[in-house]
């Protein structure tokens, strides 16, 4: 492999272009008319325009990424998170050109696509799952029977669905068949497959899921958990590794798992088995993607893996470079995600220009961006500006630097969920470990931003509007918007 292109943009572009410098393989960029400034595209070796700002004209069409690679000799694609990196078609058809696609197969991809078709490769190998059917429902009296014994509230999910998209909650026996009928109407037209099964509801779950990696030589290790519980709308916020509840029996049984669900998929590459974890630290196998994840820095943190290396030797047919002998977990680590939404509007969107921008620094501190200052955020992709990720030798020491990153970092110009990651961090069920997958909506409202600092949040509102020449009216956002911390305050006096 001498040269990959990177069939994504911003902060996970560059991530991957990083891992591939150091391995001395050239990369090449794609990009939108929108990105033609941006960090990846003056990164990479070569970088070639796919088309217009939206992705269904750039990021998204299949011929123009494979026709760039084959323009540049490019002899590989990653194709990053999102966009099209869990397309089998485009896995398929990558592979079809004679490219080596880093990534898993599209046969496995297409199982794992459908959340019953891994259901049910999962089952045979002793997989725990949450009682429910595990066929696509297609008689709803017969449903709701099987409903009934299970025992109320139970959830209906769509197949092709995913993150939450096409779930209901059904509380009573009564209302089972008129929800069963609209969910599966509504994922026919959402996801161009009516199947939907059902499931026992787990009431108060934590998700924690488990990286796994594989080779092409039959080898499958796992790398611990993240512990992703702190979400909003299917959305994650902060993700950590380890996770507070589990134990080493429970972390290898877990582990062990996620191998096999894996296996049954005949997976190699890297790959994520997403679970649900109750009270009792009972797991339940929900599903598995195909891709790196956003929160995979988590996991090189605490194993000192570079996953991206990882992920690009199996590609080029090399066993893994290490055995499940070999990883360890040390330490804690933790990631935010900080996004151009304002948390005091509901997490509107806030896109704009970086009119400052400085990143935190010092021990432990890891930021996985795609912005300089002065840089615009696009309004068509995702609004993620970077991630924040700490490293600490436990977890007590990893919030601390967590909330030490936070204030050091400097973003004006934009509102920020910066306030909002400082308020889990700072939050007792956070630190106290005990919270689930409805952190957010039992803790968090808007106005927990400025339960105790409304005075500060004032006064540094007005004086970096100030600085920055801008009206000095205040009001809530600006608060948020235009002070990038309360050190720059503290300068001023
Ligand atoms: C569940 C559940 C409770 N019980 N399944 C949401 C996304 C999708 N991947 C699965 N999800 C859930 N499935 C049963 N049987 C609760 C959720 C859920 C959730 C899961 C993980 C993280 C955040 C969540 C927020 C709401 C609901």
Same mark, same amino acid.
């Given at each position: 492999?001498?040269?990959?292109?990177?069939?994504?943009?911003?902060?996970?572009?560059?991530?991957?272009?990083?891992?591939?410098?150091?391995?001395?393989?050239?990369?090449?960029?794609?990009?939108?008319?929108?990105?033609?400034?941006?960090?990846?595209?003056?990164?990479?070796?070569?970088?070639?325009? =796919?088309?217009? /700002?939206? %992705?269904? +004209?750039?990021?998204?069409?299949?011929?123009?990424? #494979?026709? *760039?690679?084959?323009?540049? $000799?490019?002899?590989?694609?990653?194709?990053?998170?999102?966009?099209?990196?869990?397309?089998?078609?485009?896995?398929?058809?990558?592979?079809?050109?004679?490219?080596?696609?880093?990534?898993?197969?599209?046969?496995?991809?297409?199982?794992?696509?459908?959340?019953?078709?891994?259901?049910?490769?999962?089952?045979?190998?002793?997989?725990?799952?949450?009682?429910?059917?595990?066929?696509?429902?297609?008689? =709803?009296?017969? /449903?709701? %029977?099987? +409903?009934?014994?299970?025992?109320?509230?139970?959830? #209906?999910? *769509?197949?092709?669905?995913? $993150?939450?998209?096409?779930?209901?909650?059904?509380?009573?026996?009564?209302?089972?068949?008129?929800?069963?009928?609209?969910?599966?109407?509504?994922?026919?037209?959402?996801?161009?497959?009516?199947?939907?099964?059902?499931?026992?509801?787990?009431?108060?779950?934590?998700?924690?899921?488990?990286?796994?990696?594989?080779?092409?030589?039959?080898?499958?290790?796992?790398?611990?958990?993240?512990?992703?519980?702190?979400?909003?709308?299917?959305?994650?916020?902060?993700?950590?590794?380890?996770?507070?509840?589990?134990?080493?029996?429970?972390?290898?049984?877990?582990?062990?798992?996620?191998?096999?669900?894996?296996?049954?998929?005949?997976?190699?590459?890297?790959?994520?088995?997403?679970?649900?974890?109750?009270?009792?630290?009972?797991?339940?196998?929900?599903?598995?993607?195909?891709?790196?994840?956003?929160?995979?820095?988590?996991?090189?943190?605490?194993?000192?893996?570079?996953?991206?290396?990882?992920?690009?030797?199996?590609?080029?047919?090399?066993?893994?470079?290490?055995?499940?002998?070999?990883?360890?977990?040390?330490?804690?680590?933790?990631?935010?995600?900080?996004?151009?939404?304002?948390?005091?509007?509901?997490?509107?969107?806030?896109?704009?220009?970086?009119?400052?921008?400085?990143?935190?620094?010092?021990?432990?501190?890891?930021?996985?961006?795609?912005?300089?200052?002065?840089?615009?955020?696009?309004?068509?992709?995702?609004?993620?500006?970077?991630?924040?990720?700490?490293?600490?030798?436990?977890?007590?020491?990893?919030?601390?630097?967590?909330?030490?990153?936070?204030?050091?970092?400097?973003?004006?110009?934009?509102?920020?969920?910066?306030?909002?990651?400082?308020?889990?961090?700072?939050?007792?069920?956070?630190?106290?470990?005990?919270?689930?997958?409805?952190?957010?909506?039992?803790?968090?409202?808007?106005?927990?931003?400025?339960?105790?600092?409304?005075?500060?949040?004032?006064?540094?509102?007005?004086?970096?509007?100030?600085?920055?020449?801008?009206?000095?009216?205040?009001?809530?956002?600006?608060?948020?918007?235009?002070?990038?911390?309360?050190?720059?305050?503290?300068?001023?006096?």
């Amino acid at each position: 492999m001498n040269k990959i292109l990177i069939a994504n943009r911003g902060e996970i572009a560059l991530r991957i272009m990083r891992s591939a410098r150091e391995m001395g393989i050239k990369t090449v960029a794609v990009f939108s008319e929108a990105d033609r400034k941006s960090l990846h595209v003056r990164y990479a070796d070569e970088a070639i325009c =796919i088309g217009e /700002a939206a %992705s269904s +004209a750039s990021y998204l069409v299949m011929d123009k990424i #494979i026709a *760039a690679a084959k323009q540049t $000799g490019a002899d590989a694609i990653h194709p990053g998170y999102g966009f099209l990196s869990e397309n089998a078609a485009f896995a398929r058809k990558v592979t079809q050109s004679g490219i080596t696609f880093v990534g898993p197969s599209a046969e496995s991809m297409e199982v794992m696509g459908s959340k019953l078709g891994a259901k049910a490769a999962a089952k045979k190998f002793d997989v725990p799952m949450v009682p429910g059917t595990d066929t696509a429902i297609d008689k =709803i009296e017969d /449903a709701k %029977s099987i +409903a009934d014994q299970i025992g109320y509230p139970v959830l #209906i999910k *769509a197949s092709a669905g995913g $993150g939450g998209k096409g779930m209901r909650l059904v509380e009573k026996s009564e209302q089972f068949a008129q929800e069963a009928a609209s969910a599966m109407s509504e994922a026919k037209s959402s996801f161009g497959d009516g199947s939907v099964f059902i499931e026992k509801y787990i009431g108060s779950p934590r998700h924690v899921e488990i990286q796994v990696m594989g080779d092409t030589h039959g080898n499958m290790v796992y790398l611990f958990e993240r512990e992703c519980s702190v979400q909003r709308r299917h959305q994650k916020v902060v993700e950590e590794a380890p996770s507070v509840v589990l134990t080493p029996a429970v972390r290898k049984n877990m582990g062990e798992c996620a191998v096999r669900v894996a296996r049954a998929a005949g997976y190699y590459n890297a790959g994520t088995v997403e679970f649900l974890v109750d009270e009792q630290l009972n797991f339940y196998f929900l599903e598995m993607n195909t891709r790196l994840q956003v929160e995979h820095p988590v996991t090189e943190m605490i194993t000192g893996i570079d996953l991206v290396k990882e992920q690009i030797r199996v590609a080029r047919g090399e066993r893994l470079s290490f055995t499940q002998d070999d990883l360890a977990i040390n330490g804690h680590s933790i990631e935010v995600r900080v996004y151009a939404e304002d948390p005091s509007t509901n997490f509107l969107p806030d896109i704009g220009n970086l009119k400052i921008y400085k990143i935190p620094q010092g021990p432990g501190v890891r930021v996985d961006d795609g912005f300089e200052e002065g840089m615009d955020i696009p309004i068509y992709y995702d609004p993620m500006i970077a991630k924040l990720i700490v490293h600490g030798k436990d977890r007590e020491e990893a919030i601390e630097r967590m909330k030490r990153a936070i204030h050091e970092y400097q973003i004006a110009g934009v509102a920020t969920t910066l306030p909002f990651c400082l308020f889990v961090m700072n939050h007792e069920a956070f630190v106290s470990g005990r919270f689930d997958t409805h952190f957010v909506g039992t803790y968090f409202s808007p106005e927990k931003l400025f339960a105790d600092n409304d005075d500060e949040a004032r006064i540094a509102a007005m004086l970096s509007a100030h600085l920055l020449g801008a009206e000095t009216t205040f009001n809530a956002q600006t608060a948020l918007k235009d002070s990038p911390s309360a050190w720059k305050k503290n300068r001023l006096e």
